[in-house]
């Protein structure tokens, strides 16, 4: 298996421009979310979704949308970037119980907006 | 809201030091806790979590934790570190929803 594996390792943008951060596994999770990790600030919760077609905000959405068209895909859209938005990006699958259990992570996507 | 304490943000040991790593929540009802370990250019990994049962749980590579409820703690501890722990060690709580929070991390440096 691979786990779970993110697109691309790094990107960087310029402020306005808009793009997807890739997510998939393939241990059939239903459970997946994606966070941001900030200096200092530890890893805060985007999105997530506890199943194909369902996703729920968590503590940081705004300026970031999903989707869960399959069980296997969870991307995260930024929709006009700004410099706030300069991360890494981590996505998370975890079998069905949502958060109670534990999360398997990617390697993370680093993101620079300019 | 919920939140996780990590107080100590760099920890700088000698190998063959004990360590001990804090963690405290504020939410008073049922949780589920864990510790995750990022390795320097690597994702976060497990180290150990607490369900339920015995509040001293072991973990990989020598690692365990208490859970203390009356003190809303879950402390990381290791007997004797090695280079090879240097990393970022990361405390978080589930509390039932689904949302896992995260403590702010606490670098770990240890000198050979």
């Known amino acids: 298996n691979a786990g779970v594996t993110q697109t691309p390792k790094f990107q960087v943008l310029k402020t306005g421009q808009s793009m997807t951060l890739q997510c998939a596994q393939d241990m059939n999770h239903e459970y997946m979310s994606w966070y941001r990790q900030d200096p200092g600030m530890g890893l805060r919760l985007i999105h997530y979704s506890v199943g194909a077609g369902i996703t729920d905000q968590g503590e940081v959405p705004n300026g970031y949308n999903v989707s869960r068209s399959t069980t296997e895909d969870f991307p995260l859209r930024l929709l006009s970037a700004a410099p706030s938005q300069t991360s890494v990006y981590f996505c998370?699958?975890?079998?069905?119980?949502?958060?109670?259990?534990?999360?398997?992570f990617g390697p993370g996507t680093r993101l620079t907006v300019t | 809201a919920q939140s996780v304490s990590q107080h100590n943000h760099h920890v700088i040991l000698s190998e063959a030091a004990s360590l001990e790593l804090g963690c405290n929540y504020s939410?008073?009802?049922?949780?589920?806790l864990f510790w995750y370990v990022q390795y320097p250019g690597q994702h976060l990994q497990l180290l150990l979590k607490?369900?339920?049962?015995?509040?001293l749980v072991k973990g990989i590579k020598g690692f365990e934790a208490e859970f203390i409820k009356s003190k809303f703690s879950f402390n990381l501890r290791k007997p004797s570190v090695q280079w090879s722990d240097t990393a970022e060690y990361f405390c978080?709580?589930?509390?039932?929803?689904?949302?896992?929070?995260f403590g702010t991390g606490t670098r770990l440096t240890v000198i050979p």
């Open positions: 978080a709580v589930n509390t039932g929803a689904n949302n896992l929070f």
């Open positions: 998370a699958s975890s079998p069905t119980g949502g958060s109670s259990y534990e999360q398997y």
């Open positions: 607490y369900f339920s049962g015995d509040p």
């Open positions: 939410y008073g009802g049922t949780v589920n």
